[in-house]
């Protein structure tokens, strides 16, 4: 039958705010979790990632927060950018097997000049 | 570097035709290739799994004798999409990982079944 599309949920921020985008991951025994961007028409792009042994990690602008103990992943962003406008997936690894990915189901962001 | 391409980019097929999807690593080699099926508004759902020289395993749900992949090299997947319909229309995204736990995710291709 017909699949019934989803609407992301949207996340809308003025530029120069900080954003945080939340992620409920589902299996506690990933151990490694990662963040994408993706642009409209484009593959996931990157942005930054953290094994499980971490709670926290920082990048340029970004920073992961991982809380295994609710299977919570976040990331937020500072000072955010009308650029930064995309959905945002949070991935989990499975442990074992070939690397393989399960995305969460995408926030999208808006950021507003 | 860890530069993934797809092609064609778009693709419109007439409904029952097979269409061919080529994932390429430019820069590197993969040891495992990664195919994604992702519809308007939807999260990527991974469709299977490929290992240079070895059968794909693919996920539940997914036909694999409608969806047949082949990992001929270490940087080159195709998947084709055999028998096309309309609900097979979708943005199909590989990706390419070495030994590391990094995919590294090609641009997409936009298929139309008309």
């Known amino acids: 039958g017909e699949s019934v599309g989803l609407h992301l949920p949207t996340l809308s921020v003025q530029e120069g705010d900080n954003s945080i985008i939340n992620c409920a991951y589902s299996?506690?025994?990933?151990?490694?979790f990662i963040w994408y961007k993706q642009e409209s028409g484009k593959g996931p792009q990157f942005i930054i990632d953290?094994?499980?042994?971490?709670d926290k990690r920082q990048g340029q602008r970004v920073t992961v927060l991982l809380n295994k103990t609710v299977k919570h992943l976040s990331l937020q962003i500072a000072a955010t950018q009308p650029g930064d406008s995309a959905v945002y997936f949070c991935?989990?690894?499975?442990?074992?097997?070939?690397?393989?990915?399960?995305f969460g189901a995408g926030t999208r962001l808006a950021v507003h000049p | 570097g860890a530069v993934v391409s797809q092609h064609p980019s778009r693709v419109i097929c007439k409904s029952g035709t097979s269409v061919k999807i080529e994932c390429r690593s430019l820069?590197?080699?993969?040891?495992?290739m990664f195919w994604y099926r992702q519809f308007p508004k939807q999260s990527l759902m991974l469709m299977a799994t490929s290992n240079e020289g070895s059968k794909a395993t693919y996920e539940q749900g997914v036909e694999k004798d409608k969806f047949l992949i082949n990992h001929a090299s270490l940087t080159l997947s195709t998947l084709t999409v055999t028998s096309a319909h309309p609900e097979d229309s979708s943005f199909y995204i590989c990706?390419?990982?070495?030994?590391?736990?990094?995919?590294?995710f090609g641009p997409g291709t936009r298929l139309t079944v008309t």
């Open positions: 990706s390419a990982s070495t030994r590391s736990y990094e995919q590294y």
């Open positions: 953290i094994r499980s042994n971490m």
């Open positions: 820069d590197f080699q993969a040891t495992t």
């Open positions: 299996n506690s025994a990933s151990d490694y």
């Open positions: 991935a989990e690894k499975v442990k074992g097997g070939y690397n393989k990915l399960i």
